[in-house]
């Protein structure tokens, strides 16, 4: 009998991966979908109306409903950014991907638990994948390898399938992350803990060049740090903002760790049948490390693109998946990478900057564009109002 030969073989199920599978199966593709369980990814977990509303995740995924942010500066100055008429989504991603995948599988996708290992074209033009059953490491895992026609790579910010596959994979700066999960106390110091509010901390002391967080899930809340710092401990890091947050002695549930990429890579494809998309193709936001939303849209992007190449056997169709997503998202990934250039050097520029995020010009556009995933273009003077105040911190002018 003549081997099976599948049309994608879809390597890693988060966000990014399970959307892909999820869309080309339901384009009547042969999918296979692997994915190693029980590893959640370190997350902050935010979701943005735009993401619940363009891949219609249900309201019982969300865990909280965030309804501001409070900035706190190097001097530990408080700003409080409401939402008005919103909300920002949050989700545990631990069901949440597993619910993705789940509903890849519903639409007809074949899920395969295992660990991928390496992949290789055969004369045909195919590409075998080579892949363990199971996550042990000990010297009895089974092989196992199926032919496909196309292979995407959505494992993560360390992807084996873009070190393989695409030039000049591998070399994009990172931020480290590290969180913990702890029991969301019923009060702290005394008062009522806010499970509305998600806090974000601008303190060198808790991260040199990045920022800490403290965003509730519910029952749990994740206290965590990014860093791109050779050598500083972000458990320290973390360590210091649960004690200057009160959650010091919140009982704690998990730690995880994992790098987040802060640009995306220049390219995204082999050029023949390999793709990467979400954290492997470094579509997280720089300056926020924001990555949910990006990855389902590279998804996306990606399905159709690798529907019209398995019709047309065009392989000029992968490079288009990064040429779409740079045209939708490009420009607010180059702002916040010059914000995070700029503002997040020293604890100086951070002073200022969380002095900025009081302005209501500032915090209103924020928040538009946050929540709809584009720069607001429709009220200029508010533009023109933030230029001219940005310009004024940058020349050292604003009052601190």
């Given at each position: 009998m003549s081997e099976r030969i599948l049309d994608t073989v879809i390597v890693g199920g988060g966000p990014a991966g399970a959307t892909a599978a999820q869309e080309l199966a339901l384009a009547g593709r042969q999918v296979l979908l692997l994915d190693r369980a029980g590893r959640p990814k370190p997350c902050g977990g935010a979701i943005p109306p735009r993401l619940i509303k363009d891949f219609a995740i249900p309201d019982h995924l969300l865990v909280a409903k965030i309804r501001s942010a409070r900035m706190v500066s190097p001097a530990s100055r408080e700003v409080d950014m409401p939402i008005d008429g919103g909300f920002v989504g949050m989700v545990d991603r631990a069901p949440f991907d597993?619910?993705?995948?789940?509903?890849?599988?519903?639409?007809g996708a074949e899920r395969v638990s295992g660990r991928y290992?390496?992949?290789?074209y055969e004369g045909s033009g195919l590409v075998r994948v080579y892949f363990s059953r199971n996550d042990a490491d000990d010297a009895g895992t089974a092989e196992a390898s199926v032919l496909t026609r196309t292979l995407v790579g959505a494992d993560?910010?360390?992807?084996?399938?873009?070190?393989?596959?695409?030039?000049?994979a591998g070399k994009a700066r990172q931020v480290a992350a590290y969180h913990e999960i702890v029991r969301t106390p019923a009060t702290v110091d005394g008062r009522a803990f806010d499970g509305n509010r998600c806090d974000v901390w601008y303190q060198g002391e808790v991260s040199p060049d990045f920022y800490g967080w403290v965003f509730p899930h519910g029952e749990t809340t994740s206290i965590g740090v990014g860093s791109a710092q050779r050598g500083y401990s972000l458990r320290q890091g973390v360590n210091r903002l649960r004690s200057r947050?009160?959650?010091?002695?919140?009982?704690?549930?998990?730690?995880e760790g994992a790098p987040i990429p802060m640009k995306p890579l220049r390219r995204w494809d082999d050029g023949r049948a390999v793709l990467v998309i979400g954290d492997a193709a470094g579509v997280v936001a720089p300056a926020s490390g924001e990555g949910i939303y990006y990855a389902m849209a590279?998804?996306?992007?990606?399905?159709?693109?690798?529907?019209?190449?398995?019709?047309?056997?065009?392989?000029?169709?992968?490079?288009?998946?990064?040429?779409?997503?740079?045209a939708e998202h490009g420009r607010v990934f180059w702002v916040l990478g010059m914000m995070q250039y700029f503002?997040?050097?020293?604890?100086a520029r951070r002073e200022r900057f969380v002095k900025m995020c009081a302005d209501p010009d500032v915090q209103r556009l924020t928040w538009q564009a946050y929540m709809h995933k584009q720069l607001v273009r429709t009220d200029p003077m508010a533009h023109l109002r933030i230029f001219l105040k940005d310009t004024a911190h940058l020349l050292g002018l604003g009052r601190a």
């Open positions: 597993e619910w993705l995948r789940s509903r890849a599988a519903e639409a290992l390496r992949a290789s993560g910010a360390a992807s084996m399938v873009a070190k393989e596959h695409v030039p000049g947050t009160g959650l010091a002695d919140a009982v704690t549930v998990r730690r590279s998804g996306r992007f990606a399905a159709d693109a690798l529907d019209r190449l398995l019709t047309t056997g065009d392989a000029r169709q992968l490079a288009t998946v990064r040429r779409q997503f740079m503002w997040y050097s020293s604890d």
